[in-house]
């Protein structure tokens, strides 16, 4: 993936292009992280890339509103994740990586031939109701740099089909998102294009 510039993004249809982003006006910042994954195309919501302001609560309603969060931990973070300060209604799945000290090496059996590797630790903690969903976790439960991205977009978005096909109360509630996404999609595009958009999601509906 790479990094974009999002603001002016000569885009039709934002939702799609944007990830939900505000990719014309930059009120939800200026840059965010993107990759194309086997036929998907993804818009990470960054968090430390999206303005924090009281007033507009940019980070919550975007993250907030995700079924998947990765959490990245700094390695000087020693502090332990709590899975039950996520207070959103829409995270269902969170993944937390951390990269493995040379340290701990020992503690994960990485041999010394692949002690000059970057590795990474992985663990996957779900709300009660989310049935299991592949890829495993490895045993143990560590993977290079190499393979952390396969394995880690394949957990996301198998996590992702996982609630929304499975998890009977999550349809009301990502029909209401959804809904609302359209409405201020629409309302941030001129009458014109509003309208012309707006026909063409009721006659294909």
């Keep these: 993936g790479g990094l974009d510039v999002r603001r002016g ?34 818009m990470f919501h960054v968090g430390p890339f999206i303005p924090k302001s009281e007033h507009d609560p940019s980070r919550k309603r975007h993250i907030g509103n995700d079924i998947v969060v990765i959490v990245f ?31 701990d090496f020992s503690l994960f059996g990485i041999e010394k031939e692949s002690s000059h590797l970057t590795w990474y630790h992985v663990s996957v903690s779900c709300i009660q109701g989310v049935n299991h969903f592949l890829p495993h976790l490895p045993v143990p439960p560590i993977l290079r740099k190499e393979d952390l991205k396969e394995w880690l977009l394949t957990k996301c978005i198998n996590g992702e089909r996982s609630v929304i096909d499975e998890t009977s109360s999550f349809s009301l509630r990502i029909a209401t998102a959804r809904q609302q996404l359209l409405q201020n999609l629409l309302s941030s595009l001129p009458p014109n294009k509003s309208k012309h958009i707006y026909l063409n999601i009721i006659t294909s509906a």
Excluded: M
Excluded at 30 to 41: G, I, L, P, R, V
């Design 73 to 103: 931990r700094d390695d000087d973070c020693e502090e332990a994740l709590d899975v039950s300060s996520f207070k959103s209604h829409f995270n269902h799945v969170v993944i937390l990586v951390s990269k493995v000290q040379q340290k």
């Design 9 to 42: 993004f000569d885009g039709d249809f934002t939702y799609h292009t944007g990830g939900g982003l505000d990719v014309r006006r930059g009120f939800d910042g200026d840059f965010t992280y993107h990759t194309d994954f086997h036929s998907n195309s993804i």
